[in-house]
């Protein structure tokens, strides 16, 4: 169980914020549009309550994750206050860090040839 | 339709983002709006009405669990969230538990799925218990809860003065004492003075009747509530004068100027004079129990007027550190003072302090209020018990399934649990939809407030009513959870050998005499008490006014002094408008008077009775000759004041029976009786006529001494037009506006009312409390049915077999309803009789607060006991029945 590991960074990323960060990768959002970006990525597999998505996003920047920003010029609002929060280097290297870790558990994944079997039936 | 079904969700869950601190609210509250309705319209969309659901079920468990979560945080303090092992423990244990917790939830979900029925009476008695609690409490918490919006409200006192020599309380402040209390009370940091008028805005169109108050210059800062732009009064703008400046309420500067900043500065006309706007007050400010328009400074400074003169209402702040009886003692001590500094108007005169909510609640609210809060609390006990027995009911039949889970290896703790878990999840839905109830239950309480009620008193479904609606859903949960759960986590694997039969039989059926007795003994509480205070509503209602109050109604008019500066003017203006009006197509009688019954404005003055050494105190009305007609009088003895006593100084005066009876000898002639003029250099007024009592102050309320005197006396400006019509007083309307405005354009109208409604208005705080009584009066006594139905039936069912050997035996079917009849009739009775302890001991605490209810009334409690037995008869009966419609083969074939 990767769980069980004591070294602090190695310790994999709840799959919310993994999802939370993999979001904002590529540009800065505000909290609904990183909900309805998750919802597409995961087929609604991930459905990020309100309550979780901003307690979330609170425990992200206090973990200097993640930060908020001034919102993009131009950037839609849909009429209301939005904040926009943007990656940081330190959620960049933690974002980096389990999506290697996510490729070591594939390549045992092949190694082990899970899912072969399943092909031909 | 979807924009409103959007409306609707968004106000929900609004409610439940309630949940959140204020702080994380303000924050973040609209963004998680938009983020859950985003949610919903997918879900919606992916898996239409199921997803709908299930959004709400997931994004409301989400908004609780965050807030609580949040909450929970914000107690223990930021420096509780900085320790990272210690945090990341505890958070694993919040997973593990969370996990058993979803399992439980799963099984029971899937179990009550199962039983729909069951699960669904079980939600609703409860919502309707919850509900009608929510929303009593939404009273309660806005009249007694909800801090007066003030900056340290505590602090606020009102001060009035009392003479205990006449008699009086609750009287207007000299402005010459309350400013010698402020210069030497210590325990008062500060006083500010003011007093209410009627003014017209001129210049702005039609002429508007303007509520204005005139306040002393530390008036806003005393309350802690400054203008939000300008500035307060200075105190150089103080006096007769001086005060050519204005302070404007938001909604007035909202309606009258859309809110214009450019305001400031310029000057509005009021009352034919030019004042300049200097500041605007915050929205939704609230002035004690007074709604003025505007502020205008006191047109007086104190030694203006001599230390007789009361008519300042005063409000003070204690000094930090100081308590109210401390206040109390010194202000007594001042006024002993006083007294002795000037005898001639001070002597007998005290100070009364009381808290400023206290004041401006009156004497009744709170007692009602509480009243109300135990009555819907029995009706929630009643809920309760009745759940609980239906848990009992339907866990007895799953008493195989739960031995099944023992014989597998459930632990009892588990099976507890799970027990109380169900009890939770029934306990918040139920709780949930108590909440949705209550969002109109309270509404339909409010509207039914009388109208009187100062808008300073705000009701809401706010922070502490949800925290108190989650407080009961749990004590509920507690109440109706815990018995089964200890009951059934009982059972052995015996269960499984008779079909669950054995063992707990006897003690379930001792539960089930328990529920009998208390249904009944609350039940019988309740419909005294509701019984009570209906007849006594239904007494005031038929009560002889003394006046007719059908196709009647007032108008407050008030002649301008720039237009009508003389009692010449006045009294000119007066006579042709009632002339006018008089002769306005469907128009029966007019008269005019300073103050209607039941407008709530007291006059009380002292006469001297020729022939007496004592000054008399007696409520004085100003009656122009058509009043008495307009109003329906009846003249006992002698004559009612005429139309000839309003113009030369013919001095008359009437007087009602009460008058007759409190101050004259029986063997004195009223109409013999004549008053001591107030100037001495005028003959004494005779007495002419007796009137019958007339309610003045209040349909609660005895009617006082009263004297009536002509205008002729005294041309009072401001007056109360009274017109009786011949059909609905709608029709005549326009013909009396024509003939007001036929005598001065430019006259406004204000408060037109039919004494029918004001009458209504005046039953209405009684009404509130009696109608809500009898709703809960009837709730219990359907609870009551309901429970000793349940459990009678329920009994009744465990015997089947019993009758059927009984019946195979020759027993007839009327024997065996006897039996379950009488058994279950016996636990009645014994309910019947401790309800009738408990409800003379609730009910002498009633009469106590309610004036005037008389307690023990030995027709309502016959009555009630009566109709409770009866009720309780037919529960019994209905399963009694049942049971013995059972053939006996049947009945053995389910051995």
Redesign the interface.
């Known amino acids: 169980m990767p769980g069980g590991r004591s070294q602090k960074d190695t310790r994999p990323l709840k799959a919310k914020w993994f999802h939370i960060l993999l979001s904002l990768a590529d540009r800065e959002l505000?909290?609904?549009a990183i909900?309805?970006e998750v919802?597409q990525r995961t087929g609604?597999a991930i459905?990020?309550?309100?309550?979780?998505?901003?307690?979330a996003l609170g425990d992200m920047a206090e973990k200097e994750l993640i930060h908020e920003v001034e919102p993009p010029e131009g950037a839609p609002t849909?009429g209301?206050?939005?904040?926009f929060y943007a990656i940081t280097r330190k959620g960049r290297e933690a974002l980096a860090r389990e999506v290697a870790h996510m490729e070591d558990l594939v390549l045992e994944a092949r190694a082990k040839r899970v899912g072969e079997d399943l092909q031909g039936a | 339709m979807r924009a409103s079904g959007e409306g609707w969700a968004r106000r929900v869950y609004r409610i439940l983002l309630r949940a959140y601190p204020r702080a994380f609210r303000d924050e973040h509250g609209e963004e998680m709006e938009v983020t859950f309705l985003t949610l919903l319209e997918w879900e919606g969309r992916r898996r239409g009405l199921v997803g709908r659901a299930d959004a709400w079920l997931s994004g409301g468990g989400d908004v609780l669990s965050g807030g609580i979560r949040r909450r929970l945080q914000r107690k223990a303090g930021p420096a509780a969230n900085r320790g990272p092992g210690k945090r990341s423990n505890a958070s694993k244990g919040v997973v593990e538990m969370m996990g058993t917790l979803l399992r439980d939830v799963r099984t029971t979900v899937r179990g009550l799925y199962r039983r729909p029925l069951f699960a669904l009476t079980v939600i609703l008695t409860l919502a309707v218990g919850i509900g009608a609690n929510a929303s009593v409490f939404t009273l309660v918490d806005g009249l007694l809860i909800t801090p007066l919006p003030y900056e340290d409200p505590q602090e606020l006192v009102t001060l009035w003065e009392e003479n205990t020599e006449r008699g009086w309380s609750g009287v207007n402040v000299s402005p010459l004492n309350a400013r010698d209390w402020g210069a030497r009370a210590r325990t008062l940091e500060d006083i500010a003075t003011f007093y209410r008028q009627d003014l017209t805005l001129t210049g702005e169109g039609q002429p508007t009747l303007l509520s204005v108050v005139r306040a002393s210059s530390n008036m806003f800062d005393l309350l802690g509530r400054p203008p939000v732009l300008g500035r307060g009064f200075a105190e150089e703008e103080m006096g007769v004068g001086r005060d050519g400046v204005v302070i404007l309420t938001q909604e007035f500067w909202q309606r009258q100027f859309g809110g214009d900043q450019a305001i400031l500065g310029r000057t509005i006309e009021i009352q034919g004079r030019s004042r300049v706007v200097v500041g605007i007050l915050p929205a939704r400010f609230r002035f004690l129990d007074e709604e003025p328009e505007v502020f205008l400074p006191l047109d007086l400074v104190p030694t203006d007027h001599g230390r007789g003169e009361h008519f300042l209402k005063a409000i003070a702040r204690l000094s930090a550190g100081a308590g109210i009886d401390e206040a109390r003692a010194e202000l007594d001590q001042i006024a002993i003072q006083l007294a002795d500094e000037y005898s001639d108007t001070n002597g007998g005169w005290t100070v009364r302090v009381s808290p400023a909510r206290d004041d401006m609640l009156g004497p009744t609210a709170k007692p009602a209020a509480l009243i109300l809060m135990v009555a819907v609390g029995f009706v929630l006990l009643m809920v309760c018990v009745n759940v609980a027995n239906l848990a009992l009911a339907r866990g007895e039949h799953r008493t195989r399934e739960l031995a099944i889970r023992t014989a597998l290896g459930a632990g009892r703790g588990r099976m507890i649990r799970q027990l109380l878990t169900e009890s939770l999840i029934l306990g918040f839905l139920g709780g949930g939809l108590g909440l949705f109830l209550a969002n109109w239950g309270y509404r339909g309480v409010v509207a039914t407030l009388p109208n009187h009620t100062s808008p300073i008193f705000q009701f809401g479904l706010d922070g502490s009513v949800l925290a108190f609606t989650l407080a009961l859903t749990l004590f509920s949960v507690l109440l109706f959870g815990t018995v089964p759960a200890l009951r059934f986590s009982r059972f052995g694997i015996g269960a499984l050998r008779d079909g669950g039969r054995s063992g707990q039989s006897s003690s379930s059926s001792r539960f089930g005499n328990v529920l009998v007795v208390l249904q009944t003994a609350l039940a019988l509480v309740l419909l005294v008490g509701g019984g009570l205070l209906m007849k006594r509503i239904s007494e005031i209602k038929a009560q002889d006014l003394g006046f007719d109050p059908e196709n009647t109604f007032t108008v407050r008019i008030a002649p301008p002094s720039s237009e009508y500066p003389e009692a010449e003017d006045l009294r000119a203006f007066w006579n042709a408008l009632e002339d006018r009006v008089a002769e306005a197509p469907g128009v029966l009688a007019v008269g005019s008077t300073q103050a209607h019954p039941l407008m709530g404005a007291t006059w009380v003055r002292s006469v001297q009775i020729v022939g007496q050494e004592q000054e008399r105190s007696t409520r004085l009305t100003y009656a122009s000759g058509g009043l008495f007609d307009a109003l329906g009088f009846r003249t006992v003895r002698g004559r009612p004041l005429q139309a000839q006593d309003d113009d030369a100084p013919s001095w008359a005066a009437v007087v009602n029976e009460a008058f007759v009876r409190s101050y004259l000898t029986p063997d004195v002639d009223p109409l013999t009786t004549s008053f001591g003029n107030p100037f001495d250099t005028m003959p004494p007024i005779p007495i002419v006529g007796v009137i019958q009592d007339v309610v003045e102050q209040g349909v609660d309320q005895t009617p006082e001494p009263a004297l009536y005197l002509s205008f002729s006396q005294a041309p009072v400006r401001r007056r109360s037009l009274v017109i009786r019509t011949i059909g609905s007083p709608a029709e005549s309307l326009s013909n009396i506006q024509e003939a007001v405005w036929s005598v001065d354009p430019k006259i406004p109208l204000d408060r037109m009312e039919t004494l029918r409604s004001q009458v209504d208005a005046q039953v209405g705080g009684f009404a509130v409390v009696a109608n809500l009584m009898a709703v809960f009066a009837l709730l219990s006594l359907f609870l009551g049915a309901l429970g000793i139905y349940g459990v009678t039936a329920y009994a009744a069912s465990r015997r089947t077999s019993e009758i059927g050997v009984r019946m195979a035996l020759g027993a007839r079917r009327g024997d065996v309803v006897r039996m379950v009849v009488s058994q279950g009739g016996r636990k009645a009775i014994l309910g019947l009789g401790r309800g009738l302890v408990l409800t003379f001991v609730l009910t002498e605490a009633m009469g106590s607060v309610l004036v005037g209810v008389e307690t023990r009334d030995p027709f309502v409690f016959l009555l009630v006991t009566v109709v409770l037995a009866l009720v309780s008869l037919l529960a019994l009966w209905i399963p009694a029945r049942r049971a013995s419609a059972v053939g006996p083969m049947a009945a053995l074939d389910q051995e």
């Open positions: 505000h909290g609904t909900m309805e919802l609604g459905r990020l309550w309100p309550g979780a998505l901003y307690g849909e209301g206050k939005r904040r």
